[in-house]
């Protein structure tokens, strides 16, 4: 494990990945009535997906989740994520998220 407590990912392993969408406040954000709520990542210098994310309870708690798939994450480095939700007509990005992904033993 790392100094920031995150744990070690390794390439090609599946991690459940958990959002909360919060107001500038730093209050949930109702979301379950959003037309779309999508995950982008990348590797820094890669090229970006998009996933589907699944909300964790009802959405009214803001809160979502994604688990990758082994294909995922396929190369390590520096990966980025971003929530995107969609509301009707508006779009709400939120922050960049960063994770680091370690090799393997080949």
């Given amino acids: ?4 407590n995150q744990p070690d990912i390794f390439v090609g392993q599946t ?10 406040e730093g209050f949930p ?3 379950s009535t959003a037309n779309s709520h999508n995950i982008t990542m990348k590797r820094i210098g890669g090229s970006p997906t998009s ?5 964790t309870n009802d959405g009214t708690d803001g809160l979502l989740e994604y688990e990758t798939e082994t294909a995922d994450l396929n190369a390590e480095g520096v990966w980025e994520f ?18 680091t992904v370690l090799p393997r033993v080949q």
Wanted: hydrophobic letters at 55%; proline letters at 2%; glycine letters at 2%.
């Fill in 29 to 31: 954000v109702d979301i």
């Fill in 82 to 99: 971003q929530v995107l939700i969609v509301v009707g007509i508006h779009e709400y990005p939120a922050t960049v998220k960063t994770l």
């Fill in 15 to 24: 991690v459940l990945l958990k959002f909360s969408v919060i107001d500038q």
């Fill in 1 to 4: 494990m790392r100094k920031n």
């Fill in 51 to 55: 996933v589907v994310a699944t909300l």
